[in-house]
């Protein structure tokens, strides 16, 4: 049989992992709280402008380097 301090030690570890835990998971959703809010600020999506003006930009220096490329490539 376990003796009366065994079981208060034991009952005593128990309550301070659950007691753990609660603080843990309340302060880790806290944070969560802050930070979701400023993630969705950051992940908005590209200006339709910005991408058609980087689509233009490598079409262009495309062409324009394009035969440069191919005859330095042609060269092994």
Known sequence: MISILAQERLLGAALGSLFSGVVIFEQRRDIYKTIAP?????????PRKKFEF???WNKSVDQIFGPAIEALSSRR
């Open 54 to 56: 980087a689509h233009y």
């Open 38 to 46: 400023k993630q969705s600020q950051i992940k908005s999506p590209i």
